[in-house]
T-cell receptor, first 116, second 112 residues
C-alpha cells in the first residue's frame, strides 16, 4: 500500500469540464510534486511545492492549476483540457532540508485521466 | 537540460537468469534514483545513490553509481516473475527539495 493517496484513480472528462485531482500524504513531508506521464514515456515534472509554496512550474499550461491548501494536501485543478492532456498524473512527496537529502520521493498510484 | 538514456529499452529473460540495466547521463550525476513501475501504477522506490562508486543492494537487486562515467547500473540476480515491470532511473540535484529527471525506462519481462 502506498503512503501517498491519489483520488480519483480514473477520471474521464470533456474538454469543457472542470475537475480536480487530489493527493494526500501523512508522512510529514513538506515537498509535494505533480508529474505527468504519457504512455510508454517517463514521468515529467510539472510542479513542485515546498512548504506549501509553489517552487517550480515547468512551463505548464494555465489550464492546469495547482493548489497546496496545507502540508498534507495537494490538488491539481483542471479546466478546458485538450485530448493530448490524457495521461497518468502522479503525485509524490518528500522531506525538505539538507538533513533529509538521503531520503527518496514517495509516489502515489496516480490518476488515469482521459479527455474526450 | 540533463538527459538520461537507459539501455536496453526492453528485456526478456528466463526466470533464474541475471540481468543488467544501464542508465547513462548527458551531465554529471549528483544523485540517482532507481524506481520500478508496474503498468499504469505508481513508482516503487528501489535504491538511492549519492556518491561516486556507491553500491547498494536490496534482496536480489544491486545498483552502482559510476560518476566518472556518468553512469549507473542496476543488476538483478536470479530473476523472478515478480521482477517484471518498467525500471526507471532518475537523476536529481538536491536543493532542499528534489528536482528529478527520469530516464527513458527499461521494460523487463521474466518468463517462467
Amino acid at each position: 500500500d502506498t503512503e501517498v493517496t491519489q483520488t480519483p484513480k480514473h477520471l474521464v472528462m470533456g474538454m469543457t469540464n472542470k475537475k480536480s485531482l487530489k493527493c494526500e500524504q501523512h508522512m510529514g513531508h513538506r515537498a509535494m510534486y505533480w508529474y505527468k506521464q504519457k504512455a510508454k514515456k517517463p514521468p515529467e515534472l510539472m510542479f513542485v511545492y515546498s512548504y506549501e509554496k509553489l517552487s517550480i512550474n515547468e512551463s505548464v499550461p494555465s489550464r492546469f492549476s495547482p493548489e497546496c491548501p496545507n502540508s498534507s494536501l495537494l490538488n491539481l485543478h483542471l479546466h478546458a483540457l485538450q485530448p493530448e492532456d490524457s495521461a497518468l498524473y502522479l503525485c509524490a512527496s518528500s522531506q525538505v532540508g539538507q538533513r533529509y537529502s538521503n531520503q527518496p520521493q514517495h509516489f502515489g498510484d496516480g490518476t488515469r485521466l482521459s479527455i474526450l | 537540460s540533463q538527459e538520461l538514456e537507459q539501455s536496453p529499452q526492453s528485456l526478456i529473460v528466463q526466470e533464474g537468469k541475471n540481468l543488467t540495466i544501464n542508465c547513462t547521463s548527458s551531465k554529471t550525476l549528483y544523485g540517482l534514483y532507481w524506481y520500478k513501475q508496474k503498468y499504469g501504477e505508481g513508482l516503487i522506490f528501489l535504491m538511492m545513490l549519492q556518491k561516486g562508486g556507491e553500491e547498494k543492494s536490496h534482496e536480489k537487486i544491486t545498483a552502482k553509481l559510476d560518476e566518472k562515467k556518468q553512469q549507473s547500473s542496476l543488476h538483478i540476480t536470479a530473476s523472478q516473475p515478480s521482477h517484471a515491470g518498467i525500471y526507471l532511473c532518475g537523476a536529481f540535484r538536491y536543493g532542499g527539495y528534489q528536482k528529478v529527471t527520469f530516464g527513458t525506462g527499461t521494460k523487463l519481462q521474466v518468463i517462467p
